[in-house]
């Protein structure tokens, strides 16, 4: 006998988005080994023609790391990894590979700023001992750390190709700076004037327009009820989309944001793009403390690691929820270290899907039959007519019709294509686009016929909703991060302490 609706429907849900175990939003430590290195650990990819008003002939690429940062995490925040390598990736001839690469590098100076105490220089704890700011090196000698970056364009073969620096058309030279994170209002007064101002103007070589580049802590954009799912789906999946409240909403993240030229990024004739973001570590890592009684300078940047050899790919995020939902277990690792252009070897996690046979085990529900066509094209070739290359090959990416006009905030459709909004997911990824109730309905059929797949006409939700409305509208778009002071500001209330 068939369980009731709501029994149901808690338990698709509990599957669909808790199935990866030590999953959480987006993707949020999705595998074993970035779960403990979560610096390289890439959470949200987005893509969208840009919907700035002037700015509809460019490209917005945001590559969100770092997850669940707590606002009041110091003394030590959350840089970048210097012995990191962040990339966006894009394929622009539907062969799986990527042509043109940015990527970004990282340096963390230490000042080692210190105090006079009784006629002796001592080093302080804190990574500031003055007010930072709003200008970019405003405050720069009460600053204990100064992160900045390089970004690299290489093209063809991210490891063997042409590789050529950005210049930064703001101040000159081809470094650019992060701001600090948001300490607090005390440190930096106006935090959002601050981050502000580190966006620059960026010469992409070989691209006769200029672009720009951000990056920086932000509020995490991605909205989900995590903690009611986990608690055995604590919510009702088929209720009001919008009545519970984002669990991570008291978090931030560290996004790598850039806006380029379309006429940069496609090729030929072809309007469609396909990306993702990766990150990278060294391939030897050796633990090396510094003898007792040393004092480090800006040039010992790692602390007691020294890293070198080849790079190692770590993390890899096209399509949201993929590693999450899609890939097994056993799996997790691999596919976060693997390419595009491999992905055959993943195939059948899409085509057979392991969701709606345990629901039919379970409960004898009518899941759409296998192998799943309908999920081969929403995951890994685009869908025809809207977001597939005319070239193209089977792979995970997130893909985007760059000649699909983009819409302002106020006319976007928080459930993109499904919608009726073709400029949205999976039409490329924009903030405002609910992935988590667009792809839920996708993975029960909803792109199948009525009489084929009757409960995949249902409106699944996990109550939380965003939409365009709640982040800027001007590059990079995603929110300024939450303070670490004063409490509330963070989240952090009289009921918490």
């Known amino acids: 006998m068939r369980q009731p609706i709501h029994t149901l429907l808690s338990v698709t849900l509990l599957a669909a988005l808790g199935a990866a175990g030590s999953a959480s939003a987006s993707s949020h430590r999705e595998a074993p080994f970035v779960s403990g290195h979560p610096k390289v650990d890439g959470t949200d990819f987005y893509m969208f023609r840009s919907y700035e008003a002037g700015r509809q002939d460019f490209v917005t690429l945001i590559a969100n790391y770092i997850p669940l940062e707590d606002a009041y995490g110091g003394p030590n925040y959350f840089s970048m990894d210097p012995d990191g390598l962040y990339e966006i990736e894009i394929d622009n001839k539907g062969d799986a590979q990527e042509h043109l690469t940015f990527q970004f590098r990282f340096t963390n100076a230490y000042q080692n700023a210190a105090l006079d105490i009784g006629g002796k220089s001592v080093p302080v704890p804190l990574v500031n001992i003055g007010p930072i700011?709003?200008?970019?090196?405003?405050?720069?000698?009460?600053?204990?750390?100064?992160?900045?970056y390089t970004v690299t364009l290489v093209q063809g073969d991210r490891r063997h190709g042409k590789g050529t620096l950005a210049t930064n058309l703001t101040s000159g030279g081809t470094t650019f700076r992060k701001p600090l994170d948001n300490i607090g209002n005390k440190?930096?007064?106006?935090?959002?004037?601050?981050?502000?101002?580190?966006?620059?103007?960026?010469?992409?070589?070989?691209?006769?327009?200029?672009?720009r580049v951000f990056v920086g802590q932000r509020k995490d954009p991605f909205a989900?009820?995590?903690?009611?799912?986990?608690?055995?789906?604590n919510l009702n999946p088929v209720g009001a989309p919008n009545a519970e409240p984002n669990t991570i909403g008291d978090k931030n993240v560290t996004s790598i944001a850039l806006e380029v030229p379309i006429s940069c990024l496609t090729q030929g004739s072809d309007p469609v793009i396909g990306a993702w973001t990766t990150a990278s570590l060294h391939q030897i890592s050796v633990l090396n403390p510094a003898p007792h009684g040393t004092v480090p300078d800006s040039s010992n940047a790692h602390g007691p690691q020294l890293a070198g050899g080849a790079w190692t790919q770590v993390s890899r995020l096209g399509m949201p929820l993929v590693n999450e939902v899609i890939i097994g277990l056993p799996d997790k690792d691999r596919f976060n270290s693997s390419e595009p252009k491999d992905d055959g070897q993943f195939a059948n996690y899409v085509t057979n899907p392991t969701l709606p046979a345990l629901l039919h085990v379970l409960f004898g529900v009518a899941a759409p039959t296998t192998p799943r066509a309908d999920l081969v094209t929403a995951f890994l070739t685009g869908i025809p007519g809207l977001n597939q290359q005319k070239k193209v090959t089977g792979s995970e990416m997130l893909r985007l019709n760059t000649s699909t006009p983009a819409l302002a905030a106020a006319q976007q459709n928080t459930l993109g294509v499904l919608g009726g909004d073709v400029a949205g997911f999976p039409n490329g990824r924009r903030p405002g686009d609910d992935v988590v109730d667009i792809e839920l309905r996708v993975a029960m059929g909803v792109l199948w016929p009525a009489d084929q797949a009757p409960d995949g006409q249902l409106p699944y939700t996990d109550q939380t909703s965003l939409s365009a409305a709640d982040f800027g509208q001007t590059f990079p778009y995603v929110n300024p991060p939450l303070p670490g002071s004063p409490n509330g500001a963070n989240g952090v209330t009289a009921a918490a302490k």
Do not use: M, Q, R
């Open 187 to 211: 440190s930096i007064a106006d935090y959002a004037t601050y981050s502000s101002n580190h966006i620059f103007s960026i010469g992409i070589p070989g691209c006769s327009g200029a672009g």
């Open 224 to 233: 989900v009820n995590l903690g009611e799912i986990f608690d055995l789906v």
């Open 133 to 148: 700011g709003p200008g970019v090196t405003d405050g720069d000698a009460n600053k204990n750390l100064i992160e900045s």
